[in-house]
């Protein structure tokens, strides 16, 4: 991981931690319409987050088991 995105994936991937966050609160704070840093999109593309549908709750974000393996492996 050299380019600016990788670490920025894994600033994402901290930030969410250990416990889900709202879709809202995720995409408010990391998505971007700069095409030259799509975190977002990547992180998405990369298998790194996982998105559960919670009945009367919303949808929420994690960190997958591949992101979780990705942050263990780089911090």
Do not use: N
């Not at 995720?26 to 977002?40: D, G, M, N």
């Amino acid at each position: 991981m050299s380019d600016p995105v990788d670490a920025l994936i894994l600033d994402l991937l901290e930030w969410i931690g250990p416990r889900p966050r709202e879709y809202a609160e995720v995409i408010e704070a990391w998505h971007t319409s700069c095409p030259r840093l799509p975190v977002w999109e990547e992180a998405q593309a990369r298998g790194l987050l996982a998105r559960e549908h919670r009945p009367g709750g919303g949808v929420f974000i994690s960190v997958s088991k591949a992101g979780s393996a990705l942050l263990s492996q780089r911090r």
